[in-house]
T-cell receptor, first 115, second 113 residues
Framework: LAKTTQPISMDSYEGQEVNITCSHN???????ITWYQQFPSQGPRFIIQ???TKVTNEVASLFIPADRKSSTLSLPRVSLSDTAVYYC????????????????FGQGTILTVHP | KAGVTQTPRYLIKTRGQQVTLSCSPI?????VSWYQQTPGQGLQFLFE???????NKGNFPGRFSGRQFSNSRSEMNVSTLELGDSALYLC????????????FGPGTRLTVT
C-alpha cells in the first residue's frame, strides 16, 4: 500500500496559485491518485483524479511526473473559501483491486488562504 | 440533484450497545462506500456495496457490517460498541463500483460513552 506524505500545512493569499505536493514513493502499477477537499464538519469533496501525466478540470490541475512517485495538486487563483484540508489518496481504486480494502487517507494538508 | 444524505447526524450510545446508521445515495448512484474518520487514524475505508452486494471490505472487525437495499440505500451496523468506535462515519456514493469520483455525505457523529 502506497504511503503518502504531504505538508502538514500551507499558507497562501487570495488570488495566488497554490501547489500542494504529495509524495508516494512506493506507488504500485495499478494505483490511481485522487485528491479530496474537506471543510470542518463536512464530508470530503472530490477534486480531481489521475493516473499519469496531467489532468485538468474546472477547479484544479493534477501533475504527475513520469515516475509517478509524487503528484502536485494545483489550485489556480485561490479564494478565502478554499481554506480547507486537502487529502491525497493513492491506491487501487478498481473494484476488487489488490489494495482496495486497505485504502486510507493520510493526515492531509491544512491550506489557509489569507485576505 | 439532491446530495448524499445520512441519518442520524449525531448519536450517543453506551459501550456494548449496537447502532445502525443510514445512507441515501445520490439518485442513480448504485455504489455506496462507508468510511470511519477519527483524529488519530484519519479517514479509513470500511466497505463498499454495489447492487446489494458487498464488493470490497477494509480492515475492520466483524462487528462492523452493512447492507444495501434494492433502491441503493445503505445501512451500516456496529455491534457491541467500544469507546474506540467514537468517530465520524461517512458514506459516499458513486455511479459505478470502485473508488472513482465519489460524493460524500455530511456524516454521522457517533459518540460512545
Amino acid at each position: 500500500l502506497a504511503k503518502t506524505t504531504q505538508p502538514i500545512s500551507m499558507d497562501s493569499y487570495e488570488g495566488q496559485e497554490v501547489n500542494i505536493t504529495c509524495s508516494h514513493n512506493n506507488i504500485a502499477t495499478n494505483d490511481y491518485i485522487t485528491w479530496y477537499q474537506q471543510f470542518p464538519s463536512q464530508g470530503p469533496r472530490f477534486i480531481i483524479q489521475g493516473y499519469k501525466t496531467k489532468v485538468t478540470n474546472e477547479v484544479a490541475s493534477l501533475f504527475i511526473p513520469a515516475d509517478r512517485k509524487s503528484s502536485t495538486l494545483s489550485l489556480p487563483r485561490v479564494s478565502l473559501s478554499d481554506t480547507a484540508v486537502y487529502y491525497c489518496l493513492v491506491g487501487d481504486i478498481r473494484s476488487g483491486g489488490t489494495s482496495y480494502g486497505k485504502l486510507t487517507f493520510g493526515q492531509g494538508t491544512i491550506l489557509t488562504v489569507h485576505p | 440533484k439532491a446530495g448524499v444524505t445520512q441519518t442520524p447526524r449525531y448519536l450517543i450510545k453506551t459501550r456494548g450497545q449496537q447502532v445502525t446508521l443510514s445512507c441515501s445515495p445520490i439518485s442513480g448512484h448504485r455504489s455506496v462506500s462507508w468510511y470511519q474518520q477519527t483524529p488519530g487514524q484519519g479517514l479509513q475505508f470500511l466497505f463498499e456495496y454495489f447492487s446489494e452486494t458487498q464488493r470490497n471490505k477494509g480492515n475492520f472487525p466483524g462487528r462492523f457490517s452493512g447492507r444495501q437495499f434494492s433502491n441503493s440505500r445503505s445501512e451500516m451496523n456496529v455491534s457491541t460498541l467500544e469507546l474506540g468506535d467514537s468517530a465520524l462515519y461517512l458514506c459516499a456514493s458513486s455511479l459505478s463500483s470502485g473508488l472513482y469520483e465519489q460524493y460524500f455525505g455530511p456524516g454521522t457523529r457517533l459518540t460512545v460513552t
